[in-house]
Structure formats: structure tokens, C-alpha cells
């Protein structure tokens, strides 16, 4: 794999005159305060309506299946409350996550005037996104799918419909943990409800009929395990992130870069021994 030059990805420029701002429309007047953000995407919509349609399934099964028709008023008190809590703490990240500005660098702000005005000192490099047509600032990707360059972008991440970026991914954060741990307590009443049914009469242990009950528990507990995995992973990942400063999309560059690297050397070192294992092959 060879080296690909930075520039085939992005203009990078030394003199304003160089960015050809000529080409860019200037920025449109700023939203009003109070704009709500958020991406038309039909695939991110369908997404956020599955995931919102998913909690609202495991809310149904453990009030109705599981709760409710208990005879055990504590248990059923105490595990009703904080499931409700931690549903509605994760669909309110999800909504914030969802609705916030990730970041976005205004568009089309790559203008003559706006150069001039950062008063760029002699060998100063300025990024410039030939998609969006705007300045960019340090760390900011764009993403194909908001059509916007996010800063500090993570990814795209169509479950929540929106860029995970400098200004939302506390609530991406939340978000993955809350819906970790309700899938966790989800998981561990469907356990204990078993247990309860094998033990008893099944017609006693739910308001439902026995095979309608264990259809509705069993895809629960099939719900409760992949989200678990899945959410559990991205909250790590998040963590790591936070913690070492790197984005995702940051880290990918470094591994590419470092993977080309590895490849390129490797290549000189076989260029460069080839004429070496030759002589000795012929001696």
C-alpha cells in the first residue's frame, strides 16, 4: 500500500489567494437562536425509531409480563422504579444526543473576507474542506451524511441520527450506559421470572397465556443480550477514547498511516535485500 499525500484528501495552503475562495458561496445567514438541529437521513430516522420502539418493547414486557401481574408489591415496586429511570434517563440522552449540534463548522465560510480576518502569519498552514467549502479547524472530519465538517468527530452513528462530536458525545455516553444497564436489569428479571414460572403455575405468573408469555420473554432476554454486548463495547470504546484524547476517525487515520508505513518499509527492505539473497543463492 503506498503513502497517499494529505493534500488528495484536502486542500492545504500557505497564502489565502491559494484557497481559491472565489469558489465559495458565503455562508448563509446564522440559524435563529432556539433552531432545533437535526439530519433528514431516512436510514438515521428509521434507526431512532427502532431504537425508541425497542425500549418501549422491554417497557411493555416488564410492566405488563413481568411486574405487574407479580404478587410481590416490594419487588415489583422497587425494579418498576429503576427501570423506568434508567429508560427514560437513555431515551433522554438519545434525544439530546439526537437533536444537539454536534459541532458543526459553519458552511461555506472559506470566503476572502473571512481568510483575511484570521490574519494567517507567513508558513501558517490553513485546512481548507473541498466538500463544504468551509475553513477547518484542528481534528474536524467531515462527515458525508450531516454534509458538514463536525469537530472532534467520533463517527456517524446512525442509531442516534446525528455526527458524535465535540459538543454531543457526553450525551452518546450516558446514552450507551443507560441502555447497558437496562438491558442488564432487563436480563436478570427475566432470569428471576423464569425461575418464578417453572416453580409455579404458569398461568398464574403472567396475565398472558404461557406461550405468549415465553415468546414475549424470550425475545427480551434476545433483545437484552445483543444490546448489552453492543452498548457495553461502544461505552468502552467511548471511554478509551476520552481518556486517550482520540476520536475514532482520528485513530483510524493513525493506524492507516501507520499500516502504509509498515507496508512501505517492508517493501524497501525486500528492494533492497533481494540482490543480497540473489549472490547468495548463486555462490
Same mark, same amino acid.
Given at each position: 500500500?503506498?503513502?497517499?499525500?494529505?493534500?488528495?484528501?484536502? %486542500?492545504?495552503?500557505?497564502?489565502? +489567494?491559494?484557497?481559491?475562495?472565489?469558489?465559495?458561496?458565503?455562508?448563509?445567514?446564522?440559524? @435563529?437562536?432556539?433552531?432545533?438541529?437535526?439530519?433528514?437521513?431516512?436510514?438515521?430516522?428509521?434507526?431512532?425509531?427502532?431504537?425508541?420502539?425497542?425500549?418501549?418493547?422491554? +417497557?411493555?414486557?416488564?410492566?405488563?409480563?413481568?411486574?405487574?401481574?407479580?404478587?410481590?408489591?416490594?419487588?415489583?415496586?422497587?425494579?418498576?422504579?429503576? !427501570?423506568?429511570?434508567?429508560?427514560?434517563?437513555?431515551?433522554?440522552?438519545?434525544? $439530546?444526543?439526537?437533536?444537539? %449540534?454536534?459541532?458543526?463548522? @459553519?458552511?461555506?465560510?472559506?470566503?476572502?473576507?473571512?481568510?483575511?480576518?484570521?490574519?494567517?502569519?507567513?508558513?501558517?498552514?490553513?485546512?481548507?474542506?473541498?466538500?463544504?467549502?468551509? &475553513?477547518?479547524?484542528?481534528?474536524?472530519?467531515?462527515?458525508?451524511?450531516?454534509?458538514?465538517?463536525? $469537530?472532534?468527530? %467520533?463517527?456517524?452513528?446512525?442509531?442516534?441520527?446525528?455526527?458524535?462530536?465535540?459538543?454531543?458525545?457526553?450525551?452518546?455516553?450516558?446514552?450507551?450506559?443507560?441502555?447497558?444497564?437496562?438491558?442488564?436489569?432487563?436480563?436478570?428479571?427475566?432470569?428471576?421470572? !423464569?425461575?418464578?414460572?417453572?416453580?409455579?403455575?404458569?398461568?398464574?405468573?403472567?396475565?398472558?397465556?404461557?406461550?405468549?408469555?415465553?415468546?414475549?420473554? &424470550?425475545?427480551?432476554?434476545?433483545?437484552?443480550?445483543?444490546?448489552? &454486548?453492543?452498548?457495553?463495547?461502544?461505552?468502552?470504546?467511548?471511554?478509551?477514547?476520552?481518556?486517550?484524547?482520540?476520536?475514532?476517525?482520528?485513530?483510524?487515520?493513525?493506524?492507516?498511516?501507520?499500516?502504509?508505513?509498515?507496508?512501505?518499509?517492508? $517493501?524497501?527492505?525486500?528492494?533492497?535485500?533481494?540482490?543480497?539473497?540473489?549472490?547468495?543463492?548463486?555462490?
Amino acid at each position: 500500500m503506498m503513502l497517499i499525500p494529505a493534500h488528495h484528501f484536502r %486542500d492545504i495552503e500557505r497564502k489565502p +489567494e491559494y484557497l481559491q475562495p472565489e469558489k465559495c458561496v458565503p455562508p448563509p445567514h446564522p440559524s @435563529p437562536v432556539g433552531t432545533m438541529w437535526f439530519i433528514r437521513d431516512g436510514c438515521g430516522i428509521a434507526c431512532a425509531v427502532v431504537t425508541w420502539f425497542l425500549v418501549l418493547y422491554a +417497557e411493555f414486557v416488564v410492566l405488563f409480563v413481568m411486574l405487574i401481574p407479580s404478587r410481590d408489591y416490594v419487588y415489583s415496586i422497587i425494579n418498576g422504579i429503576m !427501570f423506568n429511570l434508567l429508560a427514560f434517563l437513555a431515551l433522554a440522552s438519545h434525544c $439530546r444526543a439526537m437533536l444537539t %449540534d454536534p459541532g458543526a463548522v @459553519p458552511k461555506g465560510n472559506a470566503t476572502k473576507e473571512f481568510i483575511e480576518s484570521l490574519q494567517l502569519k507567513p508558513g501558517q498552514v490553513v485546512y481548507k474542506c473541498p466538500k463544504c467549502c468551509s &475553513i477547518k479547524p484542528d481534528r474536524a472530519h467531515h462527515c458525508s451524511v450531516c454534509k458538514r465538517c463536525i $469537530r472532534k468527530m %467520533d463517527h456517524h452513528c446512525p442509531w442516534v441520527n446525528n455526527c458524535v462530536g465535540e459538543n454531543n458525545q457526553k450525551y452518546f455516553v450516558l446514552f450507551t450506559m443507560y441502555i447497558a444497564l437496562i438491558s442488564l436489569h432487563a436480563l436478570i428479571m427475566v432470569g428471576f421470572h !423464569f425461575l418464578h414460572c417453572f416453580e409455579e403455575d404458569w398461568t398464574k405468573c403472567s396475565s398472558f397465556s404461557p406461550p405468549t408469555t415465553v415468546i414475549l420473554l &424470550i425475545l427480551l432476554c434476545f433483545e437484552g443480550l445483543l444490546f448489552l &454486548i453492543f452498548t457495553s463495547v461502544m461505552f468502552g470504546t467511548q471511554v478509551h477514547s476520552i481518556c486517550t484524547d482520540e476520536t475514532k476517525a482520528k485513530s483510524s487515520q493513525r493506524k492507516s498511516l501507520e499500516a502504509s508505513t509498515h507496508a512501505l518499509g517492508h $517493501r524497501f527492505e525486500e528492494l533492497f535485500t533481494m540482490p543480497r539473497m540473489f549472490n547468495q543463492g548463486t555462490l
